[in-house]
């Protein structure tokens, strides 16, 4: 009798003991439940403004915006063509557009908006918002050498029309950098210092070229010094006015006549 008690005993401890533990275990699941420290990242991004990428086709083109931690830190970045074009523009502090084909650029420039991508470039302009373009996503600039200049001349006027109204070319290099720095007015105003430190480029040769301009770009030379007698192209002169540079010949440089 007395080992049948001990053996009831042993049973109600042994009950007794296993509830402790599974309550302790069900509190440590419950834990994390009541923890606020922690922010759903989706809930996070929604709150920051947002950014939306433009592109008629899909593939890697668009990824180094969209995947862009310095983006991601200040903004929320949509594709629009992989959310099949069912987002609303209005919600978005600004757009990036890459394939900005001949057809695009010709429709934008002329009110035209029959697709996807025409209808949210074409919204965003009408809404104001910012829109950047990377200026090796503008199929025109692919003809420049090619082109008979006063066709490529027509087809360009289309393209400084959309400028005029507020989208920015950039080179894809300085995209990022362009967006994080306030868009067009902040860029606008950080190009008018760059121009105060001037940097000047001679080049000896009989004939200027819009390639020689395009180094001289790279090479960050805000003015340009061509001989006396040196031959400009139509396409150099018009390379060196879209992006701020100055053309000074030899003999009118004392004088601070341009070229």
Known sequence: MELDALIGEICTRVQQRMQELEGG??????AP??????QDPAAAAE???????????????????LESSELKECYRTDCALLMEYQCDVERYE??????????A???????????????AFGKALLLGKQIFVPEEEVELYR?????????????????????????????????VQTVLNGGCEKACC???EQKKEEKLLRLDKKVVTERDLISAKEEKATCVLVGRKAILTDLAKDYA??????????DACASGKGA
């Open 25 to 30: 275990a069900d509190g440590d699941k419950e």
């Open 33 to 38: 439940k009541t923890c606020g420290a922690s």
């Open 47 to 65: 709150d920051k403004p947002g950014l939306l990428i433009l592109t008629q086709e899909h593939g890697t083109l668009c990824h180094p915006a």
């Open 94 to 103: 600004g757009v990036i557009a890459y394939t900005l084909t001949n057809e």
């Open 105 to 119: 650029l010709g429709k934008l420039a002329n009110g035209i908006f029959d697709d996807d991508y025409t209808r």
């Open 143 to 175: 003809y420049r050498e090619t082109a008979p200049a006063g066709y490529f001349g027509r087809l360009e006027e289309n393209l400084k029309f959309l400028e005029e109204n507020g989208v920015r070319i950039v080179p894809a290099a300085d995209l």
């Open 190 to 192: 950080k190009e008018a």
């Open 241 to 250: 006015k879209r992006h701020g540079i100055e053309l000074k010949r030899e």
